[in-house]
């Protein structure tokens, strides 16, 4: 879900100290401290950067648990997602011990912070701690925690794709692309403002939620290592999605990210919308929605190769390589990623990472059941990725996203593949060379 344009709250206030046991912090050591600096001081907070996002607003309710548990204050500053890596970028490019535990988006800023030496390696952590349960986390999420043989972060928050529908409109979903298209056309009455389908359309903000429709048609981002825009599989998505938007969706679709995209079908002026299952809260709250009665969920239709929807770590956790207080920053992982408080925070409508989780009727039950069948069926089959897996993202995004901008505006998409994939294919030449070197 995205982050609000306001910061959060301010940090948590002290709690009482001198709880901490000898055999409270699990898992080996890391470095207590940096060479050449002291050790801090018990006065001294534990700072937890966080996106203000649901997860971080429903975890600072337990904060004070957590505090009480290890004898330290915990300062939780909330940031929106272009503040948190903005900060992250300045502090952390000057190796700044102000920073002790990172809430941050796996697949888009992982490989460039492993790539610059920020984070610290948890490999003997997660691995190490029967109790923590490595492998309960759903193995898509655990691939993208991963860089290097070296895990780096514990995933928080997961998303998949979703098909928002209206049920006062069609008696069923439709079960397969083409059928999305042809009820898509058959709904949209442009004098009546009503239109059949809705989504992303603008250059880089699109390409999260096309990578479905990619996936679907047999595509992929890249493959072995060298750019798949250009094959015939994603040619034929960007044309699909491009139609979609064009004939059947709202006026400047190309300028629509989530932010213009999502209130479109909250107010009732589309049938059809595919986003993230995460935003599913914003079409049951009477303050901004007029289609809570209405609204119904259902998996991604399949295309040609089937359903293949991205299955994602949207938000992660990790403790950074500078930080004076680590082992006390695993310990935050340790709890907030935790069986415990993801059954937790997964029971208060936050879809979690772990299977044991997923597989727990409890955990699903704050769910509409129709969205829980279809957030786990997607858990199952989904696609580990939503966007090129490469150091400079945006940068990909950008690259990758002009064919679906071409395909919106009605212009000849074979043409603009043909040199979004040359400029992608040197693109990623240079992506691995930065990496290696």
């Given at each position: 879900m995205p982050a609000d344009s306001h910061p959060g709250p301010p940090p948590l206030t002290r709690r009482s100290f001198g709880r901490l046991a000898a055999g409270v912090l699990g898992g080996a050591s890391l470095a207590a401290c940096a060479p050449g600096r002291d050790a801090p001081s018990r006065d001294t907070p534990l700072r937890v950067m966080a996106c203000n996002h649901v997860w971080s607003q429903a975890i600072s309710k337990y904060v004070p648990e957590f505090e009480e548990r290890i004898g330290?204050?915990?300062?939780?500053?909330?940031?929106?997602?272009?503040q948190?890596?903005?900060?992250?970028?300045v502090k952390l490019n000057a190796s700044g011990t102000d920073i002790d535990v990172m809430m941050m988006r796996a697949l888009q800023e992982q490989l460039l912070f492993a790539h610059n030496g920020w984070l610290a390696d948890l490999t003997g952590r997660v691995t190490g701690d029967a109790a923590f349960r490595w492998t309960d986390f759903l193995q898509a999420a655990r691939d993208r925690s991963t860089t290097a043989g070296k895990v780096l972060s514990v995933p928080i928050v997961t998303e998949r794709a979703a098909l928002y529908y209206r049920k006062d409109l069609v008696d069923s979903p439709p079960a397969t692309l083409d059928e999305l298209m042809e009820t898509s056309l058959r709904l949209t009455d442009r004098g009546g403002n009503v239109f059949g389908f809705v989504g992303r359309g603008q250059r880089n903000g699109s390409v999260s939620q096309w990578s479905s429709f990619l996936y679907s048609f047999g595509g992929d981002f890249t493959i072995d290592g060298r750019s798949g825009i250009g094959r015939p599989e994603a040619v034929t998505a960007y044309e699909f999605y491009g139609r979609l938007l064009r004939e059947a969706g709202p006026p400047g679709a190309t300028n629509m990210t989530l932010e213009q995209a999502m209130p479109i079908f909250a107010q009732g002026k589309a049938a059809f919308y595919v986003d993230a299952d995460s935003i599913y809260t914003n079409f049951l709250d009477p303050k901004v929605s007029t289609v809570q009665d209405t609204v119904a969920?259902?998996?991604?239709?399949?295309?040609?190769?089937g359903a293949r929807p991205y299955n994602i770590p949207s938000w992660s956790l990790a403790v950074s390589r500078f930080s004076l207080l680590q082992d006390e920053a695993w310990e935050f992982l340790r709890w907030a990623a935790g069986p415990e408080m993801v059954a937790r925070i997964q029971a208060d409508g936050i879809p979690g990472a772990r299977t044991s989780a997923w597989s727990s009727p409890a955990t699903l039950a704050s769910f509409p059941p129709q969205l829980a069948a279809a957030m786990s069926k997607s858990s199952e089959i989904g696609v580990g990725h939503d966007r090129p897996e490469v150091l400079q993202v945006g940068r990909a995004r950008d690259i990758v996203g002009r064919p679906l901008v071409a395909g919106i505006l009605g212009g000849s998409v074979p043409t603009v593949v043909r040199d979004a994939d040359a400029e992608f294919a040197e693109f990623l030449v240079r992506d691995n060379r930065y990496r290696e070197a």
């Amino acid at each position: 879900m995205p982050a609000d344009s306001h910061p959060g709250p301010p940090p948590l206030t002290r709690r009482s100290f001198g709880r901490l046991a000898a055999g409270v912090l699990g898992g080996a050591s890391l470095a207590a401290c940096a060479p050449g600096r002291d050790a801090p001081s018990r006065d001294t907070p534990l700072r937890v950067m966080a996106c203000n996002h649901v997860w971080s607003q429903a975890i600072s309710k337990y904060v004070p648990e957590f505090e009480e548990r290890i004898g330290r204050r915990v300062s939780m500053s909330m940031l929106t997602a272009d503040q948190l890596s903005n900060s992250y970028n300045v502090k952390l490019n000057a190796s700044g011990t102000d920073i002790d535990v990172m809430m941050m988006r796996a697949l888009q800023e992982q490989l460039l912070f492993a790539h610059n030496g920020w984070l610290a390696d948890l490999t003997g952590r997660v691995t190490g701690d029967a109790a923590f349960r490595w492998t309960d986390f759903l193995q898509a999420a655990r691939d993208r925690s991963t860089t290097a043989g070296k895990v780096l972060s514990v995933p928080i928050v997961t998303e998949r794709a979703a098909l928002y529908y209206r049920k006062d409109l069609v008696d069923s979903p439709p079960a397969t692309l083409d059928e999305l298209m042809e009820t898509s056309l058959r709904l949209t009455d442009r004098g009546g403002n009503v239109f059949g389908f809705v989504g992303r359309g603008q250059r880089n903000g699109s390409v999260s939620q096309w990578s479905s429709f990619l996936y679907s048609f047999g595509g992929d981002f890249t493959i072995d290592g060298r750019s798949g825009i250009g094959r015939p599989e994603a040619v034929t998505a960007y044309e699909f999605y491009g139609r979609l938007l064009r004939e059947a969706g709202p006026p400047g679709a190309t300028n629509m990210t989530l932010e213009q995209a999502m209130p479109i079908f909250a107010q009732g002026k589309a049938a059809f919308y595919v986003d993230a299952d995460s935003i599913y809260t914003n079409f049951l709250d009477p303050k901004v929605s007029t289609v809570q009665d209405t609204v119904a969920f259902a998996p991604v239709p399949a295309g040609p190769k089937g359903a293949r929807p991205y299955n994602i770590p949207s938000w992660s956790l990790a403790v950074s390589r500078f930080s004076l207080l680590q082992d006390e920053a695993w310990e935050f992982l340790r709890w907030a990623a935790g069986p415990e408080m993801v059954a937790r925070i997964q029971a208060d409508g936050i879809p979690g990472a772990r299977t044991s989780a997923w597989s727990s009727p409890a955990t699903l039950a704050s769910f509409p059941p129709q969205l829980a069948a279809a957030m786990s069926k997607s858990s199952e089959i989904g696609v580990g990725h939503d966007r090129p897996e490469v150091l400079q993202v945006g940068r990909a995004r950008d690259i990758v996203g002009r064919p679906l901008v071409a395909g919106i505006l009605g212009g000849s998409v074979p043409t603009v593949v043909r040199d979004a994939d040359a400029e992608f294919a040197e693109f990623l030449v240079r992506d691995n060379r930065y990496r290696e070197a």
